[in-house]
């Protein structure tokens, strides 16, 4: 299986203070049909992920755009330009390129 | 609005089986791809099965390949997951996602607890 290795696993940020998540796959996420299947996940306490960004950098819907993503191959970045409380939870990183599928292991976002 | 209800949960003994459900609506189902992904407690999460549009695809994760069997019913807008022998490690609250490579809507979960 593909291996994301995220770094920080806890990451204590200052309110309006920007914060920034690695992954890093161990096989490059380019599909054969030239996608990079990189997902970035956040998941408040007691609720179930929602998704942030797919494809790397696509922004979902409602999302605000302090989250933004980047990387390409095996490397991969969520930003958050400046921190605010409801920004609270663990982020994952997903590859959906080569099944099985994985997730990693989730980075805890706390207000310092 | 997309909506993903799961249904199924409980207490189960090791060896013993359990099939949880998830009711889709406010979008068309047989359109999409299906999954299921588990989260044991206080821990990541793990992909367990998906199945394509038209059911004529499945797979699943290695950890319950031969125990967990994925089907979906489109004329009722739903999507199961049968779980048999079922052991402690397979204790998780198991959320209905719509997608596979790139998952973007979740249920709310419904929690598996195996234990004698």
């Known amino acids: 299986d593909v291996v994301m290795t995220q770094s920080p696993l806890s990451l204590p940020v200052t309110l309006g203070q920007p914060a920034s998540i690695s992954c890093r796959s161990s096989q490059s996420l380019v599909y054969s049909d030239g996608n990079t299947y990189l997902n970035w996940f956040q998941q408040r306490p007691g609720q179930s992920p929602r998704r942030l960004i797919y494809e790397v950098s696509n922004r979902d819907p409602g999302v605000p755009d302090r989250f933004s993503g980047s990387g390409s191959g095996t490397d991969f970045t969520l930003k958050i330009s400046r921190v605010e409380a409801e920004d609270v939870g663990v982020y994952y990183c997903m590859q959906g390129t080569h099944w099985s599928y994985t997730f990693g292991q989730g980075t805890k976002l706390e207000i310092k | ?116």
Do not use: H
Request: charge should be positive.
């Open chain 2, 1 to 116: 609005q997309v909506q993903l209800v799961e249904s199924g949960g409980g207490l189960v003994k090791p060896g013993g089986s359990l099939r949880l459900s998830c009711t889709a609506s406010g979008f068309t189902f047989s359109d999409y791809y299906m999954s299921w992904i588990r989260q044991a407690p206080g821990k990541g999460l793990e992909w367990v099965s998906f199945i394509s549009s038209s059911s004529s695809y499945t797979m699943y994760a290695d950890s319950v390949k031969g125990r967990f069997t994925i089907s979906r019913d489109s004329a009722k807008n739903s999507l199961d997951l049968q779980m048999n022998s079922l052991r402690a490690d397979d204790t998780a609250v198991y959320y209905c996602v719509r997608g596979t490579r790139s998952i973007d809507r979740w249920g709310q979960g419904t929690l598996v607890t195996v234990s004698s």
